[in-house]
């Protein structure tokens, strides 16, 4: 049990094999119809015209079928990370490797709104999820390990970054697989992760919000006599 | 698969049967010597010297006796959670719900750090956990989803809140796992849940930092004449 599962899952979707999407295709037909539990790997290779091999080449068990872009989807995440310019802005970057899991389940609306309310359905395939759904926080945690190295509390910072990034993925996707006629998914992700930069400090100010140097902040109780202030004023504004 | 499987994991730990901490015992120093997956559940029985039946009637598989106290530590921390005080400050109060679930690992150090080796080497295990943590963090986004009802974004901030606790909570547990003699996990936990409550804007301010009523914050481009500054510190201060 894991993503590592699905070997065949790499390269771009168009390059899949037509035998490996006629398996999925006949798999999701038969879970709707009968029942995930209901359906037999035989009964999915019958369908499909093919033998039992076929299956097994590309999926070592029934509940790969259910995730077969992951594979994938994390190798390019990876990549994506990897390929990173050095001043690239940590937590954005994070963000922007969620939009990457978030276009794969767009890339094929009904297949991912089929299989969210299979996942809801069976235990087991939950649990498969919840173990995609490490490999790709975990992803995004190593690579803000790395960027935050050397820094007091990188490991922790990354780790808690990674994880509200994942859970505000998954809060925006959640929301579109529920009404997808309704939600924008990618603007969903686009307000989500905004908070979650928001929280973390790396929202980059506007220009007309920044504050310039010719800006004097003067802060002064109220008992303080008068001239004191003025004084004070004078001296930040370089005419003391 | 899940938390829910120790049915028998409820009540206060000293209340638990002598032969449920025996099967544990004797699981755990089989999984030691021979490793996980040659331990058989007839093996565990023999040497605690029970029968089959008693093992199936406490851990409905072989995994539950990994994480005999999860069913118990979701259930005080849910309970918890349940009896807050409506005017509880909610991201202070899911952070002291996750102290319950660490100072259920300190109650037995040697076993929490046995059980942190057995499942990283397990992958089986470690799907478990996932399953857990699953559950900790869905209880912790379930409160702050009712405290957050009806803010813009509740959902969302609760979510995030949730996973930023649970992976702050992780990371203190494992640094303390991986070095029980030189870490202290209660400091280590307070320490990252303090970066979370920043993060999140909850830190309380002392009031020494508190800004009085009786402070003036003036804002003032230094091009502008300081006689115009000076009638706004005047009005600001009340004098104007």
Redesign the interface.
């Known amino acids: 049990?894991?993503s590592s599962g699905a070997a065949a899952g790499r390269g771009d979707r168009t390059e899949q094999p037509p035998m490996r999407d006629a398996l999925i295709a006949a798999a999701f037909r038969l879970f709707t119809e009968r029942g995930y539990e209901q359906t037999t790997v035989d009964d999915i290779v019958a369908l499909a015209g093919v033998g039992r091999r076929s299956f097994f080449r590309y999926f070592p068990t029934k509940e790969d079928v259910v995730f077969p872009d992951h594979e994938r989807c994390l190798a390019d995440m990876t990549a994506f990370l990897a390929g990173s310019p050095d001043d690239a802005e940590p937590v954005t970057r994070v963000c922007d490797a969620a939009r990457l899991v978030l276009r794969m389940y767009g890339e094929n609306p009904s297949f991912s709104v089929q299989r969210y309310r299979l996942t809801k359905q069976v235990?087991?395939l939950?649990?498969y999820e919840?173990?995609v759904v490490?490999h790709y926080e975990r992803a995004l945690a190593r690579y803000l390990r790395e960027r935050f190295a050397g820094h007091p509390?990188g490991?922790?910072?990354a780790?808690?970054i990674?994880?509200?990034v994942?859970?505000?993925h998954?809060?925006?996707l959640r929301s579109w697989l529920r009404s997808p006629d309704r939600v924008d998914a990618e603007a969903a992700l686009g307000?989500?992760l905004a908070?979650?930069r928001e929280?973390?400090?790396t929202v980059p100010v506007p220009p007309s919000q920044a504050l310039?140097e010719?800006?004097?902040?003067?802060?002064?109780?109220?008992?303080v006599p008068?001239w004191r202030?003025?004084r004070e004023?004078?001296s930040a504004?370089?005419?003391g």
């Not at 010719?214 to 008992?223: A, E, I, K």
């Open positions: 049990m894991g235990p087991g939950r649990a919840l173990s490490w509390d490991s922790l910072r780790d808690v990674a994880a509200a994942v859970a505000a998954n809060n925006a307000h989500a908070q979650v929280a973390f400090g310039p010719d800006v004097v902040v003067v802060v002064s109780r109220r008992d008068l202030v003025v004023l004078e504004r370089g005419h």
